[in-house]
Protein backbone atom coordinates (compact mmCIF):
# COMPACT_ATOMS: atom_id res chain seq x y z
CA UNK A 1 0.00 0.00 0.00
CA UNK A 2 0.99 3.55 -0.21
CA UNK A 3 3.68 5.06 2.33
CA UNK A 4 4.22 8.28 3.81
CA UNK A 5 7.62 9.17 5.26
CA UNK A 6 8.30 11.42 7.61
CA UNK A 7 11.07 12.42 9.52
CA UNK A 8 12.57 13.06 11.57
CA UNK A 9 10.86 10.78 14.15
CA UNK A 10 11.84 12.71 17.54
CA UNK A 11 13.55 16.47 17.58
CA UNK A 12 15.20 17.99 21.12
CA UNK A 13 15.75 21.48 20.60
CA UNK A 14 16.95 24.54 22.13
CA UNK A 15 14.03 27.89 22.34
CA UNK A 16 14.61 29.56 19.14
CA UNK A 17 15.19 27.87 17.20
CA UNK A 18 14.07 26.28 13.75
CA UNK A 19 12.70 22.81 12.99
CA UNK A 20 12.60 21.24 9.35
CA UNK A 21 10.11 18.28 9.11
CA UNK A 22 9.82 16.65 5.88
CA UNK A 23 7.19 13.98 4.73
CA UNK A 24 7.51 11.91 1.40
CA UNK A 25 5.22 9.92 -0.21
CA UNK A 26 7.37 7.10 -1.64
CA UNK A 27 4.46 5.77 -4.34
CA UNK A 28 2.20 7.49 -5.18
CA UNK A 29 1.65 11.42 -6.07
CA UNK A 30 -0.24 13.64 -3.46
CA UNK A 31 -1.68 16.40 -4.79
CA UNK A 32 -2.84 17.56 -1.51
CA UNK A 33 -0.81 17.90 1.77
CA UNK A 34 -2.62 17.91 5.38
CA UNK A 35 0.01 19.08 8.70
CA UNK A 36 -1.88 18.64 12.26
CA UNK A 37 -0.62 19.34 15.67
CA UNK A 38 -1.82 16.39 18.32
CA UNK A 39 -0.81 18.01 21.89
CA UNK A 40 -1.14 14.79 24.89
CA UNK A 41 -4.24 13.58 25.18
CA UNK A 42 -5.94 15.45 22.36
CA UNK A 43 -6.93 14.71 19.03
CA UNK A 44 -5.15 16.38 15.62
CA UNK A 45 -5.92 19.32 14.84
CA UNK A 46 -5.34 20.90 11.59
CA UNK A 47 -2.95 23.66 10.90
CA UNK A 48 -2.30 23.81 7.08
CA UNK A 49 -3.50 22.45 3.55
CA UNK A 50 -1.35 22.86 1.30
CA UNK A 51 -1.76 22.08 -2.48
CA UNK A 52 1.46 21.33 -4.71
CA UNK A 53 2.99 24.65 -6.17
CA UNK A 54 0.74 26.61 -4.50
CA UNK A 55 0.60 28.22 -1.05
CA UNK A 56 -0.42 26.67 1.93
CA UNK A 57 -4.13 27.40 3.32
CA UNK A 58 -4.00 27.96 7.21
CA UNK A 59 -6.12 26.83 9.81
CA UNK A 60 -7.60 29.98 11.74
CA UNK A 61 -5.20 30.86 14.71
CA UNK A 62 -2.41 29.27 13.23
CA UNK A 63 0.55 31.83 12.06
CA UNK A 64 2.02 30.77 8.44
CA UNK A 65 4.69 33.00 9.32
CA UNK A 66 5.83 30.96 12.33
CA UNK A 67 4.95 27.40 10.15
CA UNK A 68 6.05 27.54 6.87
CA UNK A 69 4.56 24.88 4.75
CA UNK A 70 6.43 24.33 1.31
CA UNK A 71 5.03 21.59 -1.01
CA UNK A 72 7.21 21.96 -4.15
CA UNK A 73 6.07 18.90 -5.78
CA UNK A 74 3.63 16.03 -5.45
CA UNK A 75 5.69 13.64 -3.23
CA UNK A 76 7.53 16.36 -0.84
CA UNK A 77 6.23 18.49 1.45
CA UNK A 78 8.02 20.20 4.69
CA UNK A 79 6.84 22.13 7.68
CA UNK A 80 9.37 24.38 9.41
CA UNK A 81 8.64 25.82 13.06
CA UNK A 82 10.63 28.67 12.93
CA UNK A 83 11.76 30.25 16.20
CA UNK A 84 10.68 27.83 18.30
CA UNK A 85 9.36 28.38 21.97
CA UNK A 86 8.15 25.16 24.54
CA UNK A 87 4.53 25.94 23.75
CA UNK A 88 5.64 24.57 20.26
CA UNK A 89 6.51 21.19 21.95
CA UNK A 90 3.70 18.65 20.06
CA UNK A 91 3.31 15.94 17.70
CA UNK A 92 3.49 17.15 14.09
CA UNK A 93 1.76 14.35 11.53
CA UNK A 94 1.94 14.96 7.94
CA UNK A 95 -1.10 13.04 5.58
CA UNK A 96 -1.20 13.03 2.20
CA UNK A 97 -4.40 11.92 0.29
CA UNK A 98 -6.39 12.79 -3.00
CA UNK A 99 -9.49 14.72 -3.36
CA UNK A 100 -12.35 12.88 -1.56
CA UNK A 101 -10.13 9.69 -0.74
CA UNK A 102 -8.78 8.74 2.46
CA UNK A 103 -5.43 10.01 3.65
CA UNK A 104 -2.02 8.44 4.37
CA UNK A 105 -0.29 9.74 7.22
CA UNK A 106 3.45 10.11 8.10
CA UNK A 107 4.65 8.35 11.20
CA UNK A 108 4.79 11.49 13.00
CA UNK A 109 7.33 13.61 14.61
CA UNK A 110 7.64 14.48 18.44
CA UNK A 111 9.13 18.27 18.80
CA UNK A 112 10.23 18.90 22.01
CA UNK A 113 11.43 22.58 22.55
CA UNK A 114 13.99 23.30 25.86
CA UNK B 1 -18.69 24.80 16.44
CA UNK B 2 -16.37 22.53 15.84
CA UNK B 3 -16.28 20.63 12.60
CA UNK B 4 -16.60 17.11 14.02
CA UNK B 5 -17.70 16.36 17.50
CA UNK B 6 -16.87 12.93 19.19
CA UNK B 7 -17.31 12.27 22.77
CA UNK B 8 -13.69 11.25 24.02
CA UNK B 9 -14.66 8.71 26.57
CA UNK B 10 -13.03 7.41 28.03
CA UNK B 11 -14.61 3.85 27.58
CA UNK B 12 -13.99 0.64 29.73
CA UNK B 13 -15.56 -2.22 28.94
CA UNK B 14 -15.11 -6.25 29.74
CA UNK B 15 -13.39 -8.41 26.87
CA UNK B 16 -16.15 -9.93 24.72
CA UNK B 17 -18.60 -6.68 25.41
CA UNK B 18 -20.42 -4.33 22.30
CA UNK B 19 -19.24 -1.23 22.27
CA UNK B 20 -20.61 2.07 20.12
CA UNK B 21 -18.84 5.28 19.23
CA UNK B 22 -20.22 8.08 17.60
CA UNK B 23 -19.46 11.61 16.26
CA UNK B 24 -21.60 14.27 14.84
CA UNK B 25 -20.57 17.00 11.67
CA UNK B 26 -21.46 20.23 11.39
CA UNK B 27 -21.07 21.02 7.40
CA UNK B 28 -23.78 18.99 5.36
CA UNK B 29 -21.80 18.88 2.45
CA UNK B 30 -18.93 16.87 4.19
CA UNK B 31 -18.38 13.98 1.72
CA UNK B 32 -16.52 11.56 2.82
CA UNK B 33 -16.66 9.39 6.25
CA UNK B 34 -13.62 7.60 8.22
CA UNK B 35 -13.22 6.00 11.33
CA UNK B 36 -8.79 5.92 12.36
CA UNK B 37 -7.43 4.07 14.96
CA UNK B 38 -4.41 5.35 17.08
CA UNK B 39 -2.61 3.89 19.49
CA UNK B 40 -0.82 6.18 21.85
CA UNK B 41 1.78 8.43 19.72
CA UNK B 42 1.63 6.74 16.36
CA UNK B 43 0.26 7.28 13.56
CA UNK B 44 -3.97 6.91 12.70
CA UNK B 45 -4.50 3.65 10.82
CA UNK B 46 -7.35 3.60 8.55
CA UNK B 47 -9.86 1.27 10.23
CA UNK B 48 -13.10 2.02 7.44
CA UNK B 49 -14.75 3.66 5.55
CA UNK B 50 -18.33 4.68 6.47
CA UNK B 51 -21.00 4.36 3.74
CA UNK B 52 -24.92 5.38 4.02
CA UNK B 53 -25.73 1.73 3.45
CA UNK B 54 -23.64 0.70 6.03
CA UNK B 55 -20.25 -1.20 5.98
CA UNK B 56 -18.90 -4.47 8.49
CA UNK B 57 -15.93 -5.36 8.73
CA UNK B 58 -15.65 -8.59 11.09
CA UNK B 59 -16.60 -6.98 14.37
CA UNK B 60 -16.85 -3.77 13.20
CA UNK B 61 -19.52 -1.85 11.75
CA UNK B 62 -19.44 1.38 10.54
CA UNK B 63 -23.08 3.23 9.91
CA UNK B 64 -23.59 7.25 8.42
CA UNK B 65 -27.01 9.21 9.18
CA UNK B 66 -26.55 11.92 6.46
CA UNK B 67 -30.32 13.30 7.65
CA UNK B 68 -28.67 14.10 11.76
CA UNK B 69 -25.00 14.20 10.50
CA UNK B 70 -23.53 11.37 12.17
CA UNK B 71 -21.33 8.56 12.25
CA UNK B 72 -20.98 5.66 14.17
CA UNK B 73 -18.78 2.93 14.76
CA UNK B 74 -19.68 -0.30 16.70
CA UNK B 75 -17.37 -2.86 17.59
CA UNK B 76 -18.70 -6.25 18.57
CA UNK B 77 -16.55 -8.92 21.06
CA UNK B 78 -14.11 -6.84 21.81
CA UNK B 79 -10.18 -7.75 22.32
CA UNK B 80 -7.40 -6.72 24.26
CA UNK B 81 -6.05 -5.55 21.21
CA UNK B 82 -9.00 -3.15 20.41
CA UNK B 83 -8.06 -0.54 23.10
CA UNK B 84 -7.38 2.16 21.53
CA UNK B 85 -8.24 5.63 20.53
CA UNK B 86 -10.49 5.63 17.63
CA UNK B 87 -10.97 8.93 15.64
CA UNK B 88 -13.70 9.98 13.12
CA UNK B 89 -12.92 12.03 10.03
CA UNK B 90 -15.03 14.08 7.86
CA UNK B 91 -13.63 15.51 4.40
CA UNK B 92 -15.39 18.37 3.69
CA UNK B 93 -16.36 20.03 0.86
CA UNK B 94 -12.82 21.54 -0.63
CA UNK B 95 -11.07 18.91 0.66
CA UNK B 96 -10.42 19.39 4.40
CA UNK B 97 -10.04 16.89 6.50
CA UNK B 98 -11.51 17.35 10.01
CA UNK B 99 -10.82 14.82 12.74
CA UNK B 100 -13.20 14.31 15.95
CA UNK B 101 -11.28 14.57 19.07
CA UNK B 102 -10.75 10.54 19.67
CA UNK B 103 -12.34 8.41 21.87
CA UNK B 104 -10.43 6.44 24.23
CA UNK B 105 -11.31 2.75 24.90
CA UNK B 106 -9.49 0.32 27.21
CA UNK B 107 -10.50 -3.34 26.74
CA UNK B 108 -10.39 -4.45 30.03
CA UNK B 109 -9.67 -8.65 30.48
Known amino acids: GAVVSQHPSRVICKSGTSVKIECRSLDFQATTMFWYRQFPKQSLMLMAT?????????EQGVEKDKFLINHASLTLSTLTVTSAHPEDSSFYIC??????????FGSGTQLSVL | RKEVEQDPGPFNVPEGATVAFNCTYS??????FFWYRQDCRKEPKLLMSVYSSGNEDGRFTAQLNRASQYISLLIRDSKLSDSATYLCAVNKAGNQFYFGTGTSLTVIP
Open chain 1, 95 to 104: SMGQPNEKLF
Open chain 2, 27 to 32: NSASQS
Open chain 1, 50 to 58: SNEGSKATY
